[in-house]
């Protein structure tokens, strides 16, 4: 095991800094669920958007913590009272947190 992946604080920063630039674009995002697999230095999480080609969607991710890759593991669409019902809570990226990338990218 890569030992600066042992805690579990330390591999959800290390997932955050790959996730969020991606995620940004798609502000307000929510997370759904995540499972922390330190053995493996790895995050399964699934996130909440609205996507402006798709809908409301959910997609799952995993990040390997001891190669540094976020993985795009699948989508799937979400019916809006769905969506209404998980965005009541915090999201995980907010929207102003997208307000200045000039060539976000929609895919």
């Known amino acids: 095991?890569?030992?600066?992946?042992?805690t579990t604080s330390g591999l959800l920063a290390k997932r955050d800094e790959k996730a969020i630039p991606h995620l940004q674009q798609y502000a307000p995002v929510w997370i759904i669920d995540e499972k922390i697999f330190?053995?493996?230095?790895?995050?399964?999480?699934n996130v909440m958007f609205f996507h402006p080609v798709h809908g409301w969607v959910s997609r799952r991710y995993r990040y390997d913590g001891f190669s540094n890759i976020l993985y795009h593991?699948?989508?799937t669409a979400l019916d809006e009272e769905e969506a209404l019902?998980?965005?009541l809570k915090e999201p995980y990226i907010r929207?102003?947190?997208?307000a200045d990338l000039p060539n976000a990218y929609g895919g």
């Open 1 to 6: 095991m890569n030992d600066s992946y042992i």
């Open 85 to 87: 019902e998980l965005s």
């Open 95 to 98: 929207p102003e947190a997208a």
């Open 73 to 75: 593991k699948g989508q």
């Open 38 to 45: 330190l053995e493996e230095d790895a995050v399964q999480f």
